[in-house]
């Protein structure tokens, strides 16, 4: 199984930027997609940003030109850089990887535990 850790989350003021890193570790064979999701209280988890093991990327209408999401493949990381940072971007985010299992080659995913983003007016 895969295991991720976050980091990178903070306050910060409107117009600002900040950077979210996670990195898997863990038992697998390789790393599919990998991802960004962020969840307001109240709301439904939604779709950041995702990027395929080949580069392929797709971001929420609501941070298209605002947030870059990249990967390391030879380190099974993935980074969020967030700019123009709004208020309305206030959430916990969480990253998330579709892997490989070993052996069976089947098709796992892992959550990471989530990082805060608070985005002040």
């Known amino acids: 199984q895969a295991q991720l850790v976050e980091s990178g989350g903070g306050l910060v003021q409107a117009g600002g930027s900040l950077r979210l890193s996670c990195g898997a570790s863990g038992s697998f064979f390789s790393i599919n997609n990998m991802g960004w999701y962020r969840q307001s209280p109240g709301q439904q988890r939604e779709l950041v940003a995702r990027?395929?093991?080949?580069?392929?990327?797709n971001y929420a209408d609501s941070v298209k030109g605002r947030f870059t999401i990249s990967r390391d493949n030879t380190k099974n990381t993935v980074d969020l850089q967030m700019n123009s940072l709004k208020p309305e971007d206030t959430a916990v985010y969480h990253c998330?990887?579709?892997?490989?299992?070993?052996?069976?080659?089947?098709?796992?995913?892992?959550w990471g535990q989530g990082t805060q983003v608070t985005v002040s007016s």
């Open positions: 990027i395929t093991s080949g580069g392929s990327t």
């Open positions: 998330n990887v579709a892997y490989y299992q070993k052996i069976t080659l089947g098709l796992g995913a892992a």
